[in-house]
């Protein structure tokens, strides 16, 4: 973000987006940087980390930013008792070790032939937000693991789903059960569920549904190099989730939804991640009859996926702007966003907690916002 920030707190960084990716998947991660840092990640980013994930903090200090913090990073991984079934490890840099050009990417060459152990380096810098790491991480991720196949393919891959974006487990079953109660079979599930071995066997699926804009770069790969197709979205309401599904089976739809329902003349405002917030218009309008929707984020916004009138915003002003010049009548969006609205219009706030926007304010929430019971509106 750009400018004065009054309203916002901080988003998530590019290197707790990487963590989110990798995070739950058995490996031991190393933060290089100072202590604070990894507090992005451990307190306000990652409630996995209070189940148990292994993250460690090179602890940088003054004389080491002179020196460099790579020996630290060293013998930090040497004194720890690796476990043999460890899959990997992950290194991340953070602004302080940025700006230091500390050499992960030589340390980790080190590491791997010494440790025998896969070795994942991820250029983050926390100048950029968590969407750019995820991008990131699960590109590294299904370059280093990703097994050959040979044979027929069946089945979803379901890429780009982490906790900054789609918190709780029962957002996570949300989407498994929309797709497979549809006739889908799921492969593989990258990333919050399961570990590496769901990411060995992607070549064995047919078809990849991205769910997040951190997911469109391995996508795009895997269709160039192996080609397997894929579908950026997310089942969000019963009507879209049968479509999503007839989409992923290539069948043909046997019934038209597009125009069901009473057409409403109320404007709509969504804001947050862009491939979510597509698949919450598209059930606003497919269930709710809702024709004017629009969506907006401070997040990574892709051309192809923008409809006309769609805003990608960098600031708060912009956010200010768009809500005065469109004046909509009912808004869906991470509470923080609520302060932004006009008092002297009734505006009705759907929340739907972000955590890379609110952090832990909001993590414990219980609401349905994918999948087919949606519980927002």
């Not at 991205?210 to 950026?232: D, H, M, Q, R």
Request: proline letters at 4%; charged letters at 30%.
């Amino acid at each position: 973000m750009r400018g004065l920030i009054r309203k916002l707190p901080p988003f998530a960084p590019d290197y707790s987006g990487v963590n989110g990716v990798l995070g739950n998947m058995g490996g031991i991660s190393l933060i290089g940087g100072a202590d604070g840092c990894i507090g992005n990640v451990t307190g306000y980013d990652d409630p996995r980390f209070f189940e148990g994930n292994k993250i460690f903090s090179s602890g940088l200090r003054n004389i080491r930013a002179i020196t460099g913090d790579e020996g630290v990073m060293k013998e930090k991984i040497d004194d720890l008792k690796l476990e043999e079934d460890i899959p990997f490890i992950l290194v991340l840099s953070t602004p302080t070790s940025a700006v230091i050009a500390s050499d992960y990417k030589g340390l980790g060459k080190i590491i791997s032939k010494e440790k025998e152990i896969p070795v994942i380096t991820v250029s983050t810098t926390g100048m950029e937000s968590y969407e750019v790491g995820i991008e990131k991480g699960l590109y590294e991720l299904g370059k280093k693991f990703i097994k050959p196949f040979e044979g027929d393919r069946e089945g979803v891959n379901i890429i780009g789903c982490t906790p900054l974006d789609y918190w709780g487990e029962h957002q996570i079953e949300n989407i498994r059960c929309a797709i497979e109660k549809n006739g889908n079979k799921i492969n593989s599930f990258w990333s919050v569920k399961g570990g590496i071995n769901e990411i060995e066997k992607t070549l064995k699926g047919a078809v990849n549904l991205v769910v997040s804009t951190g997911g469109v770069k391995i996508a795009k790969y895997l269709e160039k190099e192996y080609g397997i197709p894929y579908v950026v979205d997310v089942p969000v309401g019963e009507i879209h989730s049968e479509i999503l599904a007839s989409v992923l089976s290539s069948e043909k739809l046997t019934r038209s939804y597009l125009d069901k329902g009473e057409k409403k003349s109320q404007k709509v405002l969504i804001i947050g991640e862009q491939v979510w917030a597509n698949g919450f218009r598209k059930y606003m309008k497919y269930e709710h009859g809702f024709e004017k929707v629009k969506v907006a984020s401070y997040f990574k916004m892709l051309t192809e996926y923008m409809l006309e009138g769609d805003v990608k915003m960098d600031t708060e002003k912009e956010l200010e702007q768009l809500i005065r010049e469109y004046e909509p009548d009912i808004v869906v969006g991470d509470p923080f966003y609520k302060s932004f609205l006009n008092t002297s219009k009734d505006v009705e706030f759907l929340e739907v907690p972000h955590l890379a926007v609110s952090s832990r304010l909001y993590w414990n929430h219980k609401i349905n916002y994918v999948g087919e019971k949606i519980e927002v509106i």
